[in-house]
């Protein structure tokens, strides 16, 4: 069971430049989330899902965007990197039920991306 | 909109002690709350879970309290050891869509 995996691990971007990062989970999760994490700022929600389908921006969305084409996958695209977008990326999932029963929702994180924009 | 703050930002403690790290929350229409620890350079591993119908949870040496009409809660750590030392972070789920709201982190050190 691999839980949340993102690719890739490293990146070095030309200001300007597109790329899109992978997050894939295999725990059958409703709930994905994209998360940016910079010194002095915590953990900010970029965008998120509730479904297969289904996008919806969060706090800072500006500069990104995002598909769930399928449910077990979340895209995270940056169309013209700019040097305010480096930081390390985390994506994230959960379930209101986990083997069957209602759970505590508890959410499964990525080993983060980590983006550098020159 | 949901606002998370921890106390203390860091914390610096000899090997053995028993600590306490505060989370505190402004809108306490919360789904549950939630306990993750972040090694450096990795991603968030979650310690502990409380719905919002509970008031504590217990894993090993640590036990997490939600309080959820003052909105607080307390990471209760036992007898600190060494391989405790990393971020620990809390997140409160709330709105109408399932979105976690996180802390920015109490930075342990636990020195032998």
Known sequence: ???????????????????????AQD??????????????????????????????????????????LKKQNFLLGLESAAPSQT??????????????????NTIYFGEGSWLTVV | KQEVTQIPAALSVPEGENLVLNCSFTDSAIYNLQ?????????????LLIQSSQREQTSGRLNASLDKSSGRSTLYIAAS???????????VASGGSYIPTFGRGTSLIVHP
């Not at chain 1, 839980?3 to 300007?16: A, D, W």
Request: overall charge positive; aromatic content about 14%; glycine content about 12%.
């Open chain 1, 1 to 23: 069971n691999a839980g949340v995996t993102q690719t890739p691990k490293f990146r070095v971007l030309k200001t300007g430049q597109s790329m899109t990062l992978l997050c």
């Open chain 1, 27 to 68: 725990m059958n999760h409703e709930y994905m989330y994209w998360y940016r994490q910079d010194p002095g700022m915590g953990l900010r929600l970029i965008h998120y899902s509730v479904g297969e389908g289904t996008t919806a921006k969060g706090e800072v969305p500006d500069g990104y965007n995002v598909s769930r």
């Open chain 1, 87 to 104: 930081s390390v990326y985390f994506c994230a999932s959960t379930s209101s039920r986990d083997r069957g029963y209602f759970s505590g």
């Open chain 2, 35 to 47: 306990w993750f620890r972040q090694d450096p350079g990795k991603g968030l591993t979650s310690l």
């Open chain 2, 81 to 91: 050891q060494p391989g405790d030392s990393a971020t620990y972070l809390c997140a």
